[in-house]
């Protein structure tokens, strides 16, 4: 059904996940071989931590090839066995509760990413609420418009394309972190990434007993993706809120700490459509005390998160 459809595509937008980040796992590979640019870029002038404006939007792509999209996270931890706990989600009926655009930004991450882990198990009537909120929050925030029908229909319509897929999400979130800026609100941008990447951690971390090998992976993987995503929030102007989040966040940095790399050898080959892709470079393991660690970590910070 076409209405299934879009509740299937806004998370791409929106969990940057943030989102990005939102997202458990990914390919280290993809992250190591899609950096367009370098922080010397300044097309447009710096930001407040001397981060290119070209190197922030060049980071948000990194991210997104990174990490798959909060729909393919959702998958993995299906395809791990775990069962749909709506327990886990963020109740939707809360989201009255957050009065201010900080607390609006940090759960319109939250909820994407709710959103994503929702539609993935098929639970439907669950997925309708939560798209609801979301809709709700964007007009809160004053970027109903950037997160449009139309650019869901231009999601649906490239739904099988990934490379196509991140251009528009990343996109996207240029134009609503322009949005943001122009408002005098670029901040909130830094909060719903980070938040959208948490929560996508927090329900990754929620099925342990019943984690695969491969998502345990992923999480671990994750490190990588973990500094991008604070990198780009740092760049941020720090107000009050983006600060203490990020703050909070660094429990969940020394928890990475003690996750294993291994560098290894790049390779690039070319596919029948005649695109390279770099493989190889770093491999990354964790324990499961590492593991559990890491998952307390997440757990404290989202729990900050929505309050």
Sequence with gaps: MRFNQRIQALPLLIGLGVFLTTGCGGSQDEHAGHDHGTETEAVGGMDTDGMAVTSRQNTLTK????????????????????????????????????????????????????????????????????????????????????????????????????????????????????????????DLAGL????????????????????????????????????????????YEQTEALEELLTSMEAIVAAYSDVSTAEGEGTTSREESGSFVIGGGPTFSADNATIEAIASAVETVRSGCIQ
């Design 63 to 186: 991210i997104f090839h990174a990490a798959p999209s909060p729909i393919e996270t959702a998958s993995l931890i299906k395809r791990s066995g775990a069962n749909f706990h709506k327990d886990a989600l963020n109740g939707a009926n809360r989201a009255s509760e957050y009065t201010t655009s900080d607390a609006q930004a940090i759960n319109l991450g939250v909820y994407g990413a709710d959103l994503s882990y929702a539609t993935i198990f098929e639970e439907n009537s669950t997925g309708l609420e939560y798209l609801a909120v979301i809709k709700s929050l964007s007009a809160e925030l004053g970027v109903d418009d950037v997160l449009s029908g139309a650019r869901i229909d231009e999601l649906e319509a490239n739904r099988n394309d990934r490379e196509m897929l991140i251009d528009i999400v990343s996109d996207t979130f240029y134009e609503l972190n322009e949005r943001l800026k122009f408002n005098g609100q670029e």
């Design 192 to 235: 719903v990434v980070a938040a959208g990447w948490v929560e996508g951690m927090y329900l990754a971390t929620r099925h342990l007993e019943e984690a695969s090998e491969e998502l345990k992976t992923r999480i671990a993987e994750q490190k990588l993706v973990l500094d991008d995503v604070m990198r780009l929030c740092q760049s």
